[in-house]
């Protein structure tokens, strides 16, 4: 009887440590590829962020160049606007 117990005890002991091998392979494969995609799509909100920050910067600058087209001129902001933005002229 102890023989039979040693035995089936054996054989789970080697089943496990298989599983336990393959649970392992598969986890590590796994990990492999969430590393691929946190390292995409780091890259894709840097481009991202980058992309927001030259639109900021872009708002920015046009919103000081009207400033200083306002404080220089004579005309009403609300033309010196629609000239900015349109590249209309506005008449003098």
């Known amino acids: 009887m102890e023989h ?3 035995n089936l ?8 440590s298989d599983f336990r091998t393959e649970a392992k392979q598969r986890l ?23 992309g927001y920050k030259q639109t900021h910067e872009n708002m920015l600058r046009r919103a000081y160049d009207l400033l200083i087209v306002s404080i ?4 009403p902001i609300k033309y010196i606007k629609r000239e900015y933005f349109t590249n209309k002229r506005v008449h003098t």
């Open 4 to 6: 039979k117990t040693f």
């Open 9 to 16: 005890l054996s054989k789970m002991y080697s089943e496990f």
């Open 28 to 50: 590590e494969s796994i990990e492999g590829h969430v590393l691929g995609i946190e390292n995409k799509q780091f890259e894709d909100s840097k481009a991202l962020f980058d």
């Open 72 to 75: 220089n001129s004579t005309y």
